[in-house]
């Protein structure tokens, strides 16, 4: 009997190495890697540049807390601040723990302008983690189901419907902010309209609530620029950064600008882990690799090269919805459950994930190659073109 408690429906497999887009099992067996540990290991894997860095870090201090001052986190900040055009940010572990600092940053921001009971505006189908207040926010019931009476405090309205939260507006006054992933993941891949993410900025100004972009999977460089929302040309009042900030070492951050600045003193809110040397220094590394190698750019030429290939090779195939996706942030709806296709991609040689039941979810490293592209096109293309064959 395992002794892990049952939170994962895992996979037989493990994995023992890996180079680069590549993994190898612990059998010796080879897997294209194309979720990147769920839009994590943003360098793949065993990248020279980040291994010297963690390395050397952990030859000189791992930890010391945040009662002392940590210079790389200071760097981290300096560096996250002018990328994302913020002021300030918090350092923590995890996408769900930067995400529970600004929840509690909107609250705290409510109560200065005497709000009692500030109500924090959520998405349907959006994902902001597992703890009892992102749980919450998350607008899955299935996730929610059990784990009663949730935090209250959110209310919630269709993704990119802007007359919605007019509505919440005018019938709500103890509103303080609204939270949004720029592009759905785990919702399965859905992108927020640029006139959508322009008009929520406006409607936020005008009734002084912060705007809180979750880019935990969709920031640092995935969607083909460093942060989501900047497509749009907007900027939120907080972002939230996890999953693919540190390159595969836990680190999350959350930033803030203007009226969000400033509102938490010392006592107010912490974390023991947050930021510390060798977390910060993977961060600041995996920051420095997305630059000098251009990864950005990568990132736009090689999720259109994977769209395009997989457009083509599924033309004839019925049964697909939608290719769609923002650089190497890439999903593909069926119109059917497919959930079988991880295992199916695990026989060819191929990792990659299924969520929101029907859309197959691509997330691979942003220094994926143009041969990894054609490669994972021809293997999931075969596999999808197999799967919906009649
Ligand atoms: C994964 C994810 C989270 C939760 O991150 P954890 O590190 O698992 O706590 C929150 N928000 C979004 C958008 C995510 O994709």
Redesign the pocket.
């Known amino acids: 009997m395992s002794h892990l408690m049952n939170t994962y429906a895992r996979l037989p497999i493990a994995f023992s190495h890996g180079d680069g887009s590549w993994v190898t099992d612990t059998d010796g067996k080879c897997y294209l890697d194309a979720l990147a540990g769920?839009a994590v290991s943003t360098l793949g894997h065993n990248h020279p540049a980040l291994v010297a860095a963690i390395a050397a870090q952990a030859g000189r201090i791992l930890h010391s807390s945040n009662l002392y001052r940590i210079p790389q986190q200071e760097q981290l900040a300096d560096k996250l601040a002018a990328l994302a055009g913020m002021d300030e940010v918090f350092f923590c572990n995890?996408?769900?723990?930067a995400?529970e600092a600004a929840i509690k940053l909107a609250r705290y921001y409510g109560h200065r302008r005497d709000v009692e009971r500030p109500a924090i505006v959520v998405m349907e189908n959006a994902?902001?983690?597992?703890t009892m207040a992102?749980l919450s926010a998350t607008g899955n019931r299935k996730a929610q189901a059990g784990f009663e009476p949730l935090v209250s405090g959110f209310v919630r309205v269709p993704y990119n419907d802007l007359e919605a939260i007019r509505a919440v507006a005018r019938a709500n006054q103890n509103v303080v902010a609204v939270m949004l992933?720029i592009v759905q993941?785990?919702g399965g891949i859905h992108i927020a309209d640029v006139d959508f993410q322009r008009g929520l900025r406006t409607l936020c100004d005008e009734n002084d609530w912060l705007l809180i972009c979750?880019e935990?999977?969709c920031g640092t460089g995935r969607t083909g620029t460093w942060f989501g929302f900047q497509h749009a040309g907007i900027r939120p009042d907080v972002v939230t950064l996890?999953?693919g900030l540190g390159g595969g070492v836990p680190i999350?951050a959350c930033l803030t600008r203007g009226k969000a600045t400033g509102l938490f003193k010392p006592g107010k809110h912490g974390s023991t882990f947050g930021g510390n040397h060798l977390a910060s220094i993977a961060a600041l590394t995996t920051i420095a690799v997305i630059e000098e190698d251009g990864l950005i750019d990568n990132a736009v030429a090689i999720g259109r090269l994977i769209r395009e290939g997989l457009a083509q090779a599924l033309a004839a195939c019925t049964g697909v919805v939608e290719i769609r996706g923002q650089g190497l942030m890439i999903g593909v709806e069926l119109d059917r459950p497919c959930a079988e296709l991880v295992l199916r991609a695990l026989d060819v040689g191929l990792l990659i994930n299924v969520t929101a039941d029907r859309v197959v979810r691509l997330l691979p490293p942003l220094n994926f190659s143009a041969d990894d592209a054609r490669e994972l096109v021809t293997r999931l293309g075969g596999l999808i073109g197999d799967f919906l064959a009649p």
Not at 94 to 97: A, I, V
Not at 127 to 130: A, I, L
């Open positions: 769920i995890s996408g769900c723990e995400n994902f902001h983690g597992r992102t992933e993941g785990e979750d935990v999977q996890a999953k999350g």
